[in-house]
Structure formats: C-alpha cells, structure tokens
C-alpha cells in the first residue's frame, strides 16, 4: 500500500508523468462534448463545441469514442503511444473478456481466486471465515475500506476495485498487449482494493481520477493509480497526465 507521506515515492511519481496545460477543475469546461446524436466535439471544433448545450463531458476525445461517441464527419484522430502513432479508429472496442473470464487463479496453488486472495491479505482481523472446510470463498473478516475509511465485515458487501479500470487501461495501451498480458494486469493485487460495492459502481469501469475520486484516502489513491500506470506502462492523455502531476504535487506539499 502507498504511503503518500514518503515524499520521495510521491516525487518519483511526478517525476514520470509527462507535465502538460494547467490543471482544470470540475466548474471549469469540459475538454470534449459528447453531443446528444452521439458526436465527439473538442474545443479544436469550433463552433460546434460552442453550440453543444447538452452533452456529457469527457476530459479526452478517446475516452468519448470508446463510450460509443462518433468523430464529426470528415475528422480523424491520431494517437500516439511509445514509438506507434495510429488512428482511434484503429482500436478495437474494449470488452471485458479481453482480460480474462473474471477473477482468476493466478499462482495456481490453491482454489482461492484473485477475489479471495485480496480479501485474505487484507483483512485486518485474521484469520478470515471461509464459505466452507475448502478455504476457497471469503465470507467474513474485517475490511477497512481505503475509500471511505467504513469498517466492512461482510464480504458480501465488498467490490474488488481495479484502482487502475480496465477500459481505461485498454485505451491507454493494454489493447496491444497479448491476452495472458492482460489477464495478469486484472488480478494482480496492487491494482486491487476491496472497498464499498455502492462506491464501486458509482466509480463503475471508466474514468480516470480527472474525472473520478473517492470520499477521502484521495492522495493514497492518486498515488497508487500513477504507481500501477507507470509500471504496466500505459500512457495517459496530456491532459490526465497534467492532472496526476499537479495533483501529487499537492499532496506532497500538504505533507510538508
């Protein structure tokens, strides 16, 4: 788990992101318009992006194509990763069985899932109670969700977050990666976090934290969700970059 006081994990972390524009806030417009016939317009499509009334805002053109928006016509949109530059069009539909048929036994030993595995090195209070005498389903321990700071006992009323989403990793270069690749990426267990079903599904598979952060355990969060970036390699948008950079940068500065 990061710990966001150690100044020199969180400099490390800002030390990678890319700097960009200036940070925007939520009261601040959006960097791309999802229109109600379903196209994408950004502030370089004027005047279209000005008369766009009713919309729903995206903090990049790729993140509003993969929710379905289309480019207007006679537009392309060229991306670039690493060395490859393509096309968004290029990038094929995220679909969740692309990492995996859900929760998997990664290390193989035992008939514990990547579910059960987070929920036994994170209960405070071991040793956790299991379904039955084969020790493979949790059913009760003592959670503290790094969402909200709640105590949770019941493992019924636990999600296991991706601190990083899968669409969003998708996006940002995991569509290029080989299945086992991203089946990996799904259950390893620093990019999970068993919080609150309810926040959970309000975060649902989507947004970056530009556009999504929890109730408090923000900088912990932020922090983690740039740690596993940079070590799968993705790449965020200039301006989800700009966001993380001056973000940590904050939680850096209130440390001190």
């Avoid at 030993?109 to 949790?138: I, M, N």
Wanted: aromatic share 10%.
């Amino acid at each position: 788990m990061i710990k966001v006081k150690c100044g020199f994990v969180v400099l490390a972390l800002i030390a990678w992101i890319v700097g960009g524009p200036s940070l925007v806030f939520a009261s601040s417009p959006p960097e791309v318009k999802l229109s109600s016939s379903s196209i994408c317009h950004d502030r370089e499509s004027p005047p279209w992006y000005d008369r766009t009334q009713r919309y729903t805002s995206f903090s990049d053109l790729e993140s509003c194509l993969a929710a379905g928006g289309r480019l207007p016509k006679g537009a392309a949109l060229t991306l670039s990763h690493g060395d490859s530059t393509y096309t968004a069009a290029a990038i094929p539909r995220y679909d969740r069985r692309y990492f995996g048929a859900g929760w998997s036994d990664v290390d193989g030993g035992d008939c514990q899932d990547s579910r059960a595995e987070a929920l036994v090195e994170t209960s405070t209070t071991p040793p956790v109670q299991f379904a039955s005498g084969k020790r493979c389903r949790v059913v009760r321990g003592r959670w503290v969700s790094p969402f909200t700071g709640r105590v949770i006992q019941n493992a019924g009323d636990i999600d296991i977050d991706h601190v990083v989403p899968l669409s969003w990793a998708w996006r940002r270069g995991a569509w290029q990666w080989s299945d086992e690749a991203r089946e990996q990426f799904a259950n390893d267990r620093v990019n999970l976090w068993p919080v609150e079903s309810s926040l959970n599904r309000s975060k649902s598979d989507q947004p970056p934290p530009s556009e999504w952060l929890p109730p408090s355990g923000q900088c912990q969060y932020v922090a983690r969700f740039a740690r596993v970036s940079k070590v799968y390699g993705l790449k965020p948008t200039v301006s989800e970059a700009s966001f993380l950079k001056q973000f940590l940068g904050r939680c850096q500065a209130n440390n001190h």
